[in-house]
C-alpha cells in the first residue's frame, strides 16, 4: 500500500517539530502512570488519593518527604477518530479550505502520532444513516487505509448525524478508549447531553472543531445551492450583526456543553495550523489522565 496521506501528515509534522523545542515529540506521546506498570520513570511528592503501595519508603526515609513511584505505562491507547460526515463538511472554512479536508488531517496527525508511538488506533462515522466502523489496529497501514477510504466519501447529498455515531460507541464499544471527536459547531450543538455523559463516563473525550465560513464575509458556499453566497446578502450589515449574535450564542452553548462534560476542545479553520491545535490540545488534555 502506497502511503500517500501518510507521507503528508509525516512531512506536516517533521515542520513543525523542527520549529517547536516541545517535548511532546520525544517518545511519541509516552504517557506516565501512577501504580502498577512495566518500568519505573522517577519519584514525585504524595498527593492526597495516591495508593500507599506506590510509597518508595526508602526514599521517602532519605528526603523527609512522602515520595510516590511513577511509570511508564505498560499498555498500549486505544485510539478512536470520530469523523464527522454529511453537507456541512463539504463546506468551506474563512480560509476557502473544504472542511472535509481539515478533517482528514487533524483525523490523519492524531493518527500518525499515536501509530507511531505503538497505540491501537480505529476510526468510525456515519455513512448517511450507516455506522462505517474501521477496529482498533496498529500500524501505519492501518492509519493510511482509514484516510484514504474517508476521503472517499462523497458528503454532498446527506445530512449529518454524529449523535448516531457516538450513541453507536456507548451501546457497542466497551473497550476503554481515547476518543477525538472532529466534528464542527453544529455538531457539537446537535450531540445531547445525555449521550455526552454516557460516553465520557466510559471513555476520555477531546473535540477538534472545524470553523465555518461567515455567511457575510463575501466567502461562504451554499452547499445546496453549489454556488456562493452573492453580495447583496453577505454585505448586508443586519444579517452580519445577526450571524455574529448566533454565532456568539452557539459558541458559547457549545464551550457550556464540553466544559460541563469536563472535554478539552480546540477549533481549527485552515490546514496550516492542523499540526499547531492537535498538539496544544494534547498538551492541554495530556495522555497521562487516561486511565
Request: charged share 30%; hydrophobic share 40%.
Given at each position: ?30 504517557s ?5 506498570g512495566?518500568?519505573?520513570e522517577?519519584?514525585?511528592e ?31 491507547h ?55 466502523f ?58 445531547s ?8 463516563y466510559?471513555h ?25 453566497i ?13 450571524e ?9 452553548d ?25 498538539i ?12
Open positions: 500500500m502506497k502511503m500517500n496521506y501518510v507521507t503528508k501528515i509525516r512531512a506536516k509534522i517533521s515542520i513543525c517539530a523542527n520549529k517547536k523545542t516541545s517535548n511532546i515529540f520525544d517518545g511519541s506521546f509516552k506516565i502512570y501512577q501504580g502498577n512495566l518500568d519505573f522517577n519519584l514525585r504524595y498527593i492526597p488519593g495516591d495508593s500507599i503501595r506506590d510509597i518508595d519508603w526508602k526514599a521517602t526515609s532519605r528526603s523527609g518527604k512522602v515520595l510516590i513511584k511513577r511509570y511508564i505505562a505498560e499498555k498500549k486505544n485510539i478512536m477518530v470520530v469523523f464527522d460526515t454529511g453537507k456541512s463538511m463539504s463546506a468551506h472554512t474563512d480560509w476557502m479550505q473544504v472542511k472535509k479536508d481539515i478533517a482528514l488531517n487533524a483525523g490523519g496527525v492524531i493518527g500518525y502520532l499515536a501509530a507511531k508511538n505503538g497505540d491501537n488506533v480505529g476510526a468510525i462515522y456515519n455513512r448517511n444513516g450507516k455506522i462505517q474501521y477496529p482498533l489496529r496498529t500500524g501505519i497501514e492501518n492509519i493510511e487505509r482509514i484516510l484514504t477510504e474517508y476521503d472517499r466519501e462523497v458528503f454532498d447529498n446527506y445530512e449529518t448525524d454524529i449523535e448516531k455515531t457516538l450513541e453507536y460507541i456507548v451501546r457497542n464499544i466497551k473497550r476503554k478508549m481515547i476518543i477525538f471527536v472532529v466534528t464542527d459547531a453544529m455538531g457539537i450543538a446537535n450531540i447531553q445525555n449521550t455526552l455523559k454516557k460516553l465520557v466510559q476520555n473525550v477531546l473535540f477538534v472543531s472545524i470553523d465555518d465560513a461567515k455567511l457575510t464575509d463575501g466567502k461562504a458556499f451554499d452547499v445546496d445551492k453549489d454556488m456562493y452573492p453580495d447583496f446578502i453577505s454585505e448586508n450589515k443586519e444579517l452580519i450583526n445577526m455574529q449574535s448566533i454565532k456568539q450564542n452557539l459558541d458559547a457549545n464551550a457550556k456543553k464540553l466544559m460541563q462534560n469536563r472535554i478539552v476542545s480546540t477549533c481549527i479553520d485552515r490546514d496550516e495550523e492542523v499540526v499547531d491545535k492537535i496544544e490540545l494534547l498538551g492541554g488534555h495530556k495522555y497521562a489522565n487516561y486511565r
